[in-house]
């Protein structure tokens, strides 16, 4: 059965997540990742750089939580870090 992620005014649940990582391909592509801040939880997404140019990169993020994955066990613990540090020291719509 499905988990319902619908609060109560009908709206999907959203978790904050906080950028983790971004790297750059040889194809002009850039990988952003995402995490919630216990590491539990990941969202990639892949851009052009030319999108990337147009739009700001912002310190954290309010995702459905259906959209989120797990976070590989080798991967959990920095991610955890990472994110943690980035909600200190950043407002959500920081660009960055």
């Known amino acids: 059965m499905a988990e ?3 609060g109560t005014d009908g ?3 959203t978790e904050r997540v906080w950028l983790v990582e971004r790297e750059y391909t040889d194809k002009g592509m850039v990988t952003i990742v995402y995490a919630s801040t216990d590491g539990e939880r990941h969202l990639q997404r892949q851009l052009s750089e030319r999108m990337l140019m147009r739009s700001d990169v912002t310190a954290g993020n309010d ?3 259906g959209r ?3 976070t590989p066990d080798s991967e959990r613990d920095r991610y ?6 980035m909600a200190k020291k ?4 920081d660009a960055v």
């Open 4 to 6: 319902d992620n619908t």
């Open 11 to 13: 709206c999907a649940e």
């Open 63 to 65: 995702v459905e939580i």
């Open 68 to 70: 989120l994955e797990p």
């Open 80 to 85: 955890a870090a990472e994110a943690s540090r």
């Open 90 to 93: 950043y407002q959500r719509d």
